[in-house]
């Protein structure tokens, strides 16, 4: 296995404000972008070349990247002008692809953070010798997602929508993002158009006969969707709970870059990260958060499942649970954010705006 695509270019709207100035993979998770640690992980799957498909603030990862000889890889860009959807994408980026027609290439969706053993699908691919082998997963509630049937054997046997009822739930396994296709399917996704690959090729390959294998991986699984997601994620990468080789730094109860200042008595807990240049202010308590670079808490405010954007401001004794602060966002002193707020990038609450009484 030496290639694979990975799919960068959505706009990430239900991650917003964390994704007005900044793509949803470039976003930091455990002190990193979120990219950073899926090139990590095929890299030490074997993967040599990557080719990223971009959209939404395309400019920004070929800088932060370049030819991903850092990494140890050969990285290459390639930006849809128009939206294409996930199959769209994938066709679009064909003709960067080196492998022969019956090679598998990895394909990887670029919002899921996942423990896969990557070299383990690839294996059951080969094995199998299937046209295309998807990524499997178990959840305990299967209604948000696409099920994904399979026989004895592991091949797949349908796609389903939604399921809305309970006779409609006929599997726990649903489609995980990841997939190894022999490198000619991709040829035949249409070119120019978008397509999904999940609503339109994979259902299309199934009723032309095409062997669609299954390979179920029950492992550490999360889609970083929505900021309340993407803010365990990054907790669970520094707890250890998450596997990834591109974590700066030694696993535990926090993460703090080295141009950080923590105050002596702050306490950080729960996988919480402090970025680059961020200030904790002096009995301030930021548990299972992640405070971006150049942010600042001040003294003895509180911090909970909360992510703090690039500049950001959170003010003195302010209280805070599960928010999501704006880049360059101001929270004054003495309020109290609960309950998925979100405050835009550059806007400002004033001292004491936000409060709940004592019984809520």
């Known amino acids: 296995m030496t290639e694979a695509i990975l799919l960068v270019g959505g706009k990430g709207t239900r991650l917003r404000p964390l994704t007005v100035h900044t793509p949803k993979p470039m976003v930091p998770a455990a002190g990193v972008p979120f990219l950073t640690h899926q090139l990590a992980r095929a890299r030490a799957a074997g993967v040599e070349h990557i080719v990223l498909a971009t959209s939404y603030l395309a400019e920004v990862f070929e800088p932060y990247f370049g030819d991903g000889s850092a990494l140890g890889l050969h990285i290459e860009y ?12 994938i066709r679009n980026v064909a003709s960067r692809l080196h492998s022969a027609p019956d090679e598998p290439v990895l394909i990887f969706n670029g919002d899921i953070l996942t423990g896969l053993d990557i070299r383990a699908l690839v294996a059951t691919h080969e094995d199998s010798g299937a046209d295309v082998s998807l ?8 209604r948000a997602y696409g099920l994904v049937p399979t026989d004895p054997t592991g091949r797949v046997t349908a796609f389903l929508e939604k399921p809305q009822t309970p006779e409609e739930i006929v599997t726990d396994q649903i489609n995980a993002g990841a997939y190894v296709f022999r490198r000619s399917v991709i040829d035949t996704i ?21 062997h669609l294998q299954g390979m179920v991986d ?13 803010v ?12 990834s080789p591109a974590v700066p730094g030694r696993c535990g109860d926090r993460l703090v870059l080295p141009s950080a200042t ?29 405070v971006l670079s150049g942010a600042v808490i001040e003294p003895n405010a509180v911090v909970t499942d909360s992510l703090i954007g690039a500049g950001a401001k959170i003010g003195a004794r302010s209280v805070l649970a599960g928010a999501v602060i704006g880049d360059g966002a101001v929270v004054g002193a003495d309020n109290e954010l609960r309950d998925g707020v979100r405050v835009w990038c550059g806007a400002e609450l004033p001292a004491g705006a936000v409060r709940f009484s004592s019984d809520q």
């Open 232 to 243: 365990r994620g990054s907790a669970d990468l520094v707890l250890g709970r998450a596997p």
């Open 262 to 290: 923590v105050a002596p008595d702050a306490k950080l807990t729960g996988g919480t990260v402090v970025g680059e240049n961020a200030v904790i202010g002096a009995g301030a308590r930021v548990d299972g958060s992640t």
């Open 218 to 230: 029950s492992t550490y699984w999360l889609d970083l969707g929505t900021p309340q997601a993407f």
């Open 190 to 210: 249409p070119e120019g158009r978008p397509v999904s690959v999940e609503r339109e090729t994979f259902p299309d390959l199934l009723a032309s006969g095409a």
């Open 78 to 89: 390639v930006t849809e002008t128009e939206p294409l959807g996930t199959g769209g994408a």
């Open 135 to 142: 990524h499997l997963t178990k959840v305990d509630d299967p």
